[in-house]
C-alpha cells in the first residue's frame, strides 16, 4: 500500500515523539524519501499549503522546525519520512535584531519569523548576495545547520546603521561586526 506524504502525517508523526527541550534532533534523522508535499515557503517567509497560506503560527514553527537542507534541497523530516518542499529563497526570515555593546565588541542576535534565534559570528556568519543584473543586495544569516535566513529590509538598514569601514587584504570594507568577526557587505570605493 503506498501513501501519499501529507502536512497531517507530518503532523501526527512529531506528535507522537517524547516532548524534548530545544529543536528535534533533524541532523540525526535518515529516514527514507518519500516523495515531495505540497508546501512552499515563499521568499517572505510565508508557508504554504497546497496554494494555500498556512494561518497558524504554531503549525509553522513545527514545520520549520523539521526542516533539513541537503545539498540544494529541502525536506520536512521526521524520524519515519523525509518530504521535499520548495522553497524561493532562504527558508527563513529574520525580522529583527538586538544589539549588544558597541565597537569590536558588537554581538547582533537575530530573531527570525518562525521564532529562531542566532548570534552572528564565526558560527553564524553573515553574507551578502549581490543580483548579477541590478546589484541589488540581498542579506542572510546563518541560522542552524545549513538553513540561513533572509534579513529582512529594515533590518538590513539598521545593520547598515551600525556598520564601518575596515581594511581586509588592503581593500577598505563597509560592514558589520558581531562577535569579534567583520563581515563586509560592500567595498568602501563603491559606497562614493
Known sequence: ??????ADGLASSLSALPRQKGPPPVHLWNPPY????????????????????????????????????????FFL????EKVGITVEDAPMVAVDFDVADKGPDQVLTFHTK???EAIAGPDHPI???RDPVTGEPSPYVLIRANLEAL??????????????????DGISWFGVRSSGVFFPIIPSADLT
Open 151 to 168: 534579513i529582512d529590509r529594515k533590518s538590513f538598514y539598521r545593520l547598515i546603521d551600525l556598520g564601518s569601514h575596515e581594511d581586509r
Open 34 to 73: 518519500c516523495g515531495e508535499i505540497d508546501m512552499r515557503i515563499a521568499r517572505d517567509g510565508t508557508w504554504f499549503h497546497e496554494g494555500t497560506p498556512i494561518g497558524r503560527p504554531g503549525l509553522v514553527k513545527l514545520f520549520s522546525s523539521i526542516l533539513k537542507k541537503e545539498g540544494d534541497r
Open 114 to 116: 518562525t521564532e529562531d
Open 1 to 6: 500500500m503506498i501513501v501519499k506524504p501529507s
Open 77 to 80: 523530516v521526521t524520524p519515519v
Open 127 to 129: 553574507r551578502i548576495h
